[in-house]
């Protein structure tokens, strides 16, 4: 088939899932076209247009930036069915009803291009059936397309052929699925509820069953089935109440009536107080009461046996999280099977119950295992899928505890264990993942989209990654940088890795920079600084703490010294260094990323100087880089005055303002426009790795160290202190925090110069030095720093 | 003030309804609007040869960008006034357009000229920050204590004023929703009728197959006032200006965009031309204050304007005080016992809206017009506090 392209998706339906499935594709700059039925009253647009508007409302937000709204157009079917010619995929996102379904369809069939991409974001209706409803014409170009809430954020995509689909077709969508829209596939088959949901499902219906049994709270179990087991924080019952109970509940009728012959079939229903819940309207996040209740600031929770609420514990500790925190996986499930504890009982039987439904529907509903336990850390946030877990925990030893309490009548049905549970010692090997239907392990998919990933996310088990070929370390295990190459790849571009927990920048980290970058000079052609996200929490506060207490100053006052040189060598390397971000790059990995020569995002970057909530400044060359910036965009301005691109960065410093995407870091000016957004996090090392190599092949040179840069000076900082008066006056900031914010304003407009002064880079790096060094010393910023370290949050003192 | 050579009256005045900032004036110039007030008030005197008209001073608080230039002059070349008459702008910040009124009555009081214009327009919708295109503050204001008042923002002083006088919130509330009733009910009386000039609005719209629609709209209305403001509403609103203060947006003016004008003239000039008279301006006063308490202003101006025109506080009977923040309108008017009755009969800026240097000519117009519905109103006042720390007041007697 011919190359896929992709000019413009209409989304069918503007409700929740159908709007942020738009706003992504708008994330990803592909113009949209959502539509909807016409409105009753007003004009016809007007509800699809407020579905457009309130999502630059919603936290998390779905939007990267919020001009991207202007990207999506509205249109109604009585009137713009026509708009849908200019689509080449079209992804209907209505209700869950077959009927409303095939009249839509029958609707739009005339109005689709014979090339363009029909697909379903249905979670549960079968694909086939669907398929009947469109023209025979159309069959092989229609499939599903399953997202996760929210769909910005959860990265799986479930893709489900029809029969009659063009399997070319779907190779070319996966592609652009990941590398466009940044989703992470998994192939499901035409089954109820597909992969994630069918699993997922059931283990919330296991977790309702054994809470019940063993007569927990569904503040208890919340504490229990969250981070303490690799599950996102919301657990389980808070994940109901965010999800919509009617939901839940929708999700669980589609089970029972589309699963007759399921085992588990008895438990497909809604628990009593479920349904009271939705009789009463309460349906969660959405009515602001569900299983939990917000009252104040207190957090209520359902207690089903009264039907009333009662205060949530959020204090929940026991002997079992101090177990599950300490052991390793086999240790854990041997403790949890041997613990009389009820909490413990219920983790087993959950896991249990969890790990037998698994075995049992491998065969019918995925591929291989992988499928599995992708869907699940993909679709539901999961660390571990539930084969990884299992087998991690020991394959053989675990499943003949499955079979005992199968035969003893403890598990939730009698089926037992597969038999080739009990034939193999694990499921995810080098060689590739079990696949119960063809009895044998299936390697990863080749397609070559997945060449771009150079670091898939791996599963416990499989292949240990490709390390590449080290050049150079220092440090050990845990800290210092690594400088290595993928030979495979490109031999002559660097990768620099820092080793440290969460990358905090300390002084291995400098000393390693500065030889990696002197290494890469030598003999290399360009250096990508990547590592697993985060790309960098900051310096190292613990080392700047002990020499604060030590009083050595000047000691401090060199090292920030140094810190300076490693960005400008950073800057001014005679090769590239691109620095490849994804997550957090907060304080000195944002000055790091800022020095580079180009940056390579992840969509999701999470950047900031955010040194005030310390006490302190950027002092790495943050406030350099910024004074720096506004005096390059004054030189076009009108009047060419630097104070307006300094007041604009001073409130993001001094605010401690943290970019919450790549294209939020470009609009903060922690990113430049002309760098790269990568929508799939894992294409990351690539695009960085490609990149060096073009900046090289075009004659890579480094800019010229900057001697005449105009800035704001005395009046700049006096005009930022017109706010910082106010906001002191006003008591929403304390005496330190106008200190610092001012000292912030004072590197920014270049010291106590007279207004437009010409400096050199060197002078403002000196200002931001010393500023940094005097707000060392004050008791206030040292406590600050402590409370940091003790707590990870910001004082306010 | 006796060494005047004659009495200086009022014979016209009008003004645009007052607009929302980024409200139905948005994209409407303010050099357009004050045109339209010029051209509106030379109107009245059909008799009037507007070649005889000395000057026009005109009031506006940031006089630049579409405001700037000496918007004076621009805006009564575009008005079609006569190339001779000449136009001056003036800045007394808050108190801009009274301070015009009261710089054109003086000239014709010493015997200067016999035909004056006082004027005030300002848009706050096209400044970018309410201070002015570009802010840059002198360092030494941080240098000394005593000078950080300047640097208060104005809310901040009605904070000081409100903690200072023990204004409370609920009395700042209490003011603000009889603002917002007294100023719906003169609308809805049809009140402000007279002395509103309607200004044609031209939008241009996205229309059918990429054109361009233009949509005219005839606006007679003042925007701000709420007629469904409610206690409950105005006590859910957070402070602006101090984590534990008591300002709010509610019981604050509102940031308008509008234009006033006013016509003067000597008595030889009344006569020349058949015009009547509507009042004679009596006297003027500006008290400066404590920059950061800058909204007393008037408890310092009124006293001295009612004794430079030897005019009893009983006797006036229509005050129009602006309502830069219910907080020091409260302060001033128990300082000075005033009387609630005949402050802002129909409501003041935190229903009606301020736009910064034009609300003195408008004001003015609101009280001729009160003066032209009322034989028994003798005397009326405009007053101010002005940004920086001062007060103004003007004392107008009914002819």
């Not at chain 1, 509940?249 to 497909?268: G, K, R």
């Not at chain 1, 009820?342 to 983790?347: G, H, I, K, T, V």
């Not at chain 1, 010409?758 to 008791?779: H, N, P, S, Y």
């Amino acid at each position: 088939m011919s190359k896929l392209i992709i000019r413009k998706v209409a989304v069918l339906g503007a409700g929740v899932m159908g709007a942020q499935i738009a706003a992504h594709c708008a994330n990803a700059d592909v113009p949209v076209v959502l539509f909807d039925l016409p409105a009753k009253d007003g004009p016809p647009n007007g509800v699809i247009e407020r579905a457009i508007a309130g999502l630059t409302k919603l936290d998390p937000a779905p939007l990267a930036a919020k001009d991207l709204a202007g990207h999506i157009d509205a249109a109604n079917y009585d009137t713009d069915l026509e708009r849908l010619r200019d689509c080449d995929l079209v992804i209907e996102a209505i209700a869950e009803k077959m009927e409303w379904k095939l009249d839509l369809y029958a609707k739009v069939a005339p109005y689709l291009r014979a090339d363009a991409i029909f697909a379903s974001n249905t979670s549960g209706l079968p694909i086939g059936k669907l398929a009947e409803g469109l023209p025979e014409s159309l069959r092989q170009r229609f499939c599903g397309v399953h997202f996760f809430n929210p769909p910005r954020y959860m990265a799986l995509v479930e893709l489900i052929p029809a029969p009659a689909t063009d399997p070319l077709m779907l190779d070319a969508l996966e592609a652009w699925l990941a590398t466009r829209l940044g989703k992470s596939i998994v192939r499901a088959k035409d089954t109820p509820n597909f992969v994630a949901n069918r699993v997922g499902v059931f283990s919330i219906l296991a977790v309702m069953h054994h809470t019940a049994r063993l007569g927990l709270g569904f503040d208890e179990v919340d504490a229990l089935t969250g981070p303490l087991i690799g599950r996102p924080k919301s657990a389980t019952y808070r994940t109901a109440d965010v999800v919509g109970l009617d939901t839940l509940a929708h999700v669980i009728d589609t089970m029972q009536a589309t699963l007759p012959d399921d085992p588990w079939h008895t438990w497909f229903r809604q628990p009593d107080w479920l349904q009271a819940l939705i009789a009463k309207g309460a349906l969660g996040q959405k009515t602001r009461a569900g299983i939990y209740r917000k009252d104040g600031k207190k957090i209520l929770v359902l207690d089903p046996r009264t039907g009333d609420y009662r205060p949530s514990r959020s204090d929940i500790v026991s002997e079992v999280a101090t177990a599950l925190q300490t052991l390793n996986t086999a240790e854990k499930f041997a403790w949890l099977g041997a613990s009389g504890l009820p909490e413990a009982q219920f983790l087993w039987a959950i896991f249990r119950d969890l790990f037998h439904y698994c075995a049992v529907h491998l065969d019918e509903i995925a591929d291989s295992a992988r499928d599995i336990d992708l869907a699940m850390r993909w679709g539901f946030g999961w660390a571990r899928g539930p084969f990884e877990t299992w087998q991690a925990a020991g394959w053989a030893d675990v499943a003949k505890a499955i079979q005992m309490d199968i035969d003893a009548g403890r598990a939730m049905t009698k089926e037992p264990l597969p038999a080739w549970v009990f034939l193999r010692g694990s499921v995810h090997e080098a060689a590739g993942s079990y696949s119960a239907r063809d009895n044998l392990l299936k390697a990863r998919p080749t397609l070559p989209v997945y060449r771009r990933q150079l670091y898939p996310d791996a599963l416990l088990g499989e292949a240990p990654a490709d390390r590449g070929e080290t050049l150079w370390e220092n440090g050990g295990d845990a800290d210092g940088v690594r400088l290595w190459t993928r030979p495979d790849v490109d031999a002559r571009i660097g990768i620099l890795s820092f080793k440290a927990t969460l990358h905090a920048i300390g002084d291995e980290v400098i000393d390693g920079m500065c030889e990696a970058i002197a290494r890469a000079e030598r003999d290399l052609d360009g250096l990508v600084l990547w590592h697993d996200a985060p790309f960098a929490v900051g310096a190292n506060l613990q080392q700047v703490a002990e020499a604060c207490k030590a009083g050595q100053f000047a000691l401090l006052d060199g090292k920030v010294a140094k810190f300076q040189q490693v960005s400008m060598a950073i800057r001014h390397a005679q090769v590239p260094v691109v620095a490849a971000v994804e997550g957090m790059a907060l304080g000195g990995g944002c000055e790091f990323a800022m020095h580079a020569a180009h940056r390579v995002l992840a969509l999701e970057s999470y950047v900031g100087l955010v040194e005030a909530g310390v006490g302190l400044i950027p002092a790495g060359g943050g406030s350099k880089e910024f004074a720096l910036q506004a005096h390059r965009r004054a030189q076009h301005a009108a009047g060419r005055d630097v104070f307006p691109f300094i007041q604009q960065s001073f409130q993001t410093i001094a605010m401690a303002t943290v970019a919450k995407s790549a294209l939020e870091a470009v609009q903060l000016g922690f990113a430049q426009p002309s760098d790269d957004v990568v929508m799939h996090a894992r294409e990351l090392p690539y695009v960085a790795i490609a990149r060096a190599r073009a900046l090289f092949e075009a004659g890579w040179r480094p800019p010229l160290i900057n001697r005449a840069v105009t800035v704001a000076g005395r009046s700049g900082i006096a005009t930022c202190e017109l706010m910082l008066v106010n906001m002191a006056e006003g008591g929403f900031i304390s005496e330190h925090d106008y200190k610092v914010a001012k000292a912030a304003a004072t590197a920014l407009c270049g010291g106590e110069v007279e207004t437009n002064a010409q400096v050199g880079e060197q002078w403002i790096l000196d200002v931001e030095r010393a500023l940094f060094v005097e707000l060392l010393k004050t008791e206030k910023t040292q406590q600050r720093i402590a409370h940091m370290l003790e707590t990870g949050k910001p004082l306010r003192n | 003030m006796t060494r005047q050579v004659q009495d200086a009256y009022i014979v016209a005045a009008t003004r645009t309804p007052v607009a929302r900032r980024n409200g139905m004036f948005a994209h409407v110039r303010p050099d357009d609007l004050l045109a339209h007030v010029l051209s509106a008030v030379v109107g009245k005197v059909p008799a009037l040869d507007a070649h005889e008209i000395a000057d026009v001073i005109v009031g506006c608080a940031m006089p630049e960008a579409e405001q700037g230039m000496n918007v004076a002059r621009i805006g009564l070349l575009l008005a079609g006034l006569p190339d001779n008459v000449p136009g001056i702008t003036i800045n007394r910040f808050c108190a801009s357009g009274l301070q015009a009124v009261a710089d054109a009555a003086a000239r014709i009081r010493l015997g200067e000229a016999d035909v004056m214009i006082a004027a005030g327009t300002e848009s706050m919708s096209a400044m970018p920050q309410i201070m002015g295109n570009k802010v840059s503050l002198n360092p030494a204001i941080f240098a000394n204590r005593d000078n950080v008042g300047i640097a208060f923002g104005m809310g901040l002083t009605a904070e000081k004023v409100a903690q200072q006088w023990k204004v409370s919130r609920e009395d700042q509330d209490v003011f603000a929703l009889h603002s917002n009733q007294r100023a719906s009910a003169a609308i809805a009386g049809g009140h402000f009728r007279a002395e509103i000039t309607p200004y044609t609005v031209r939008t241009h719209l996205p229309g059918d197959g990429g054109a361009v629609r233009v949509v005219e709209r005839v606006r007679d209305t003042d925007e701000g006032p709420r007629p469904d403001a409610s206690l409950e509403a105005l006590a859910k609103l957070k402070p602006v200006f101090a984590a534990r203060g008591s300002v709010t947006a509610g019981n604050s003016s509102q940031m308008s965009d509008g234009a006033g004008a006013v016509l003067l003239m000597s008595e030889a000039a009344l006569k020349r031309y058949g015009a009547t008279p509507i009042a004679r301006f009596v006297s003027y006063s500006v008290a400066g204050v404590p920059p950061r308490i800058m909204g007393i202003g008037p408890i310092e101006a009124i006293p001295r304007a009612l004794a430079a025109g030897g005019v009893k506080l009983a006797d006036v009977g229509w005050i129009e005080l602006n309502e830069a923040f219910a907080a020091q309108s409260l302060a001033v008017i128990r300082e000075l016992g005033l009387d609630p009755a005949r402050v802002n009969p129909f409501g003041g800026a935190i229903a009606l809206g301020h736009p910064l240097g034009a609300t003195g000519a408008i004001r003015t117009a609101t009280v001729m017009s009160a003066m032209q519905r009322d034989p028994k109103l003798r005397y009326a006042m405009v007053t101010m506090c002005v940004g920086t720390g001062m007060g103004a007041a003007g004392v107008f007697e009914r002819v």
